[in-house]
T-cell receptor, first 114, second 114 residues
């Protein structure tokens, strides 16, 4: 399995809703990431988990809450979002083993906040 | 932090001609430079990458060059085809065994004219 799988592919939520985005990889990668991409813009890093511990938080508002239950799963819990949070949310994972480096993106969840 | 600039923002090329996209980075510690192709509504796909200990890398019609002294790197696509039309992002990172933050350039929309 050489993929990063994200669910759901599309999500519409109201500003008072609570929802979660899920990301899964079975490549043995020990670092996992959440990126946010607005239309016509590059991806921007939100969070990095390394060996299941949060290692980077790019000053993301607390209405976004990441969770890494195990080495294969990464969640992003959403609560009280704003319409400007509508974007493509990309998960990624990476490894660096014996000089070989790989960084793989999932297909993303397109989130619309209404 | 790292800052990556990318030019041009749009590029139109006749089919069969070559396309060149250029990026500069600010952090001399960066040692990994990937290029991603992103089609509308899809994930960024890695097309080629280069490490800082190498000056040039080729993969069929695609090549990347790196000038560490000047802190710039370029993507070269030869014999362009309609399916090369997409948005291309450069990125820079420091490989750090699981804490790799990719800093992206602003993107180049490449259009191949049949």
């Amino acid at each position: 399995d050489t993929e990063v799988t994200q669910t759901p592919k599309h999500l519409v939520m109201g500003m008072t809703n609570k929802k979660s985005l899920k990301c899964e990889q079975h490549m043995g990668h020990r670092a996992m990431y959440w990126y946010k991409q607005k239309a016509k813009k590059p991806p921007e890093l939100m969070f990095v988990y390394s060996y299941e511990k949060l290692s980077i938080n790019e000053s993301v508002p607390s209405r976004f809450s990441p969770e890494c239950p195990n080495s294969s799963l990464l969640n992003l819990h959403l609560h009280a979002l704003q319409p400007e949070d509508s974007a493509l949310y990309l998960c990624a994972s990476s490894h660096h083993i014996q000089g070989v480096y790989g960084y793989t993106f999932g297909s993303g969840t397109r989130l619309t906040v209404v | 932090g790292e800052n990556v600039e990318q030019h041009p923002s749009t590029l139109s090329v006749q089919e069969g001609d070559s396309a060149v996209i250029k990026c500069t980075y600010s952090d001399s510690a960066s040692n990994y430079f990937p290029w991603y192709k992103q089609e509308l509504g899809k994930r960024p796909q890695l097309i080629i990458d280069i490490r800082s200990n190498v000056g040039e890398k080729k993969d069929q019609r695609i090549a990347v060059t790196l000038n560490k002294t000047a802190k710039h790197f370029s993507l070269h696509i030869t014999e362009t085809q309609p399916e090369d039309s997409a948005v291309y992002f450069c990125a820079a990172s420091i490989i750090n065994f699981g804490n790799e933050k990719l800093t992206f350039g602003t993107g180049t929309r490449l259009t191949i004219i049949p």
